[in-house]
């Protein structure tokens, strides 16, 4: 456990006093995935230039120019009526043919007016681990000698640690090439330099459990109908299987000829 907590806890942004929860063959599923087991031919790490911003700003421009796209706009509920579906914000509803929720798979089920017994089961199955980030150019969060800097810095706190904490370095992550550090802290903003703060930000990351994983194995139990649920839920909870699960909804509702 000395080496796979800490690897682990980083890795999933996890509880890692409950990490070991993990069904080991996912863990090493994900390890050989992607070249942890071995010392070299492992995956070219790369990144968008100018940032993911890039590729939302390409998906939305087309929704722009044709007025289709709603942003800032809070949902409160999803209701199937009949063979359409009604989403429900504040005062305004918009009727649609199919529903897809890209979202947590809890909040997802808490938008559903009648979840489906599956819903409530599958859905439910899946439990977040919150964590705050912060984004700052605090160099004292990163190791003391340089030559042990990596991208992702696990700060191993104690016995009692029951959140991940561990600093990304951006300027080697996205290749900015800056003089001035620029870092990620998850779980310190308590401890970083206020005046080094650039922005302070609240995720949950899915805590992959036995139930979890058991839950994921029965997602095509919820395709087929009117409400879709995309997220890296379904996966080992990363932008890359998020992106894969938009892609199987998008072939199940448009099947390529």
């Known amino acids: 456990d000395y080496y796979l907590v800490p690897m682990g806890s980083a890795i999933w942004s ?3 006093k409950t990490f070991t929860q993990m069904p080991a063959r996912t863990f090493m599923e994900f ?14 790490w790369r990144t968008v230039t100018g940032g993911s911003r ?10 722009r120019t044709t007025g289709r796209l709603q942003l800032g706009v809070k949902v409160s509920s999803v209701v199937r009526r009949g063979d359409g579906v009604e989403v429900a914000a504040g005062e305004r509803r918009w009727e649609f043919d199919h529903v897809v929720l890209a979202c947590h798979s809890d909040e997802a089920l808490g938008l559903l007016e009648a979840p489906t017994p599956q819903e ?12 705050v980030a ?3 150019t605090d160099g004292t969060m990163l190791p003391r000698a340089p030559r042990a800097g990596a991208s992702w810095n696990y700060h191993r706190l104690g016995a009692d640690q029951q959140v991940a904490t561990l600093t990304y370095d951006l300027n ?10 620029m870092l990620v802290t998850l779980n310190r903003h308590t401890e970083i ?4 703060v650039l922005g302070r930000f609240d995720y949950a990351h899915p805590v992959l459990d036995a139930r979890a994983v058991a839950a994921q194995s029965r997602q095509l139990e919820l395709s087929g109908g009117q409400v879709s649920f995309c997220g890296a839920y379904w996966a080992s ?8 699960s938009a892609r199987a909804i998008c072939q199940r509702l448009v099947p390529t000829p």
């Open 54 to 63: 890039r590729y939302v700003e390409a998906i939305c421009q087309p929704l």
């Open 237 to 244: 909870g990363f932008h890359e299987d998020g992106v894969q």
């Open 134 to 136: 912060t984004l700052h």
């Open 14 to 16: 996890a509880d890692p």
């Open 31 to 44: 390890f050989e995935r992607h070249g942890l087991l071995s010392l070299g031919d492992q995956p070219q």
């Open 120 to 131: 409530v089961e599958v859905l439910g199955a899946i439990r977040y681990q919150p964590n």
């Open 172 to 181: 080697r992550l996205q290749g900015l090439g800056l003089t001035t550090p």
């Open 193 to 196: 330099d206020e005046s080094k």
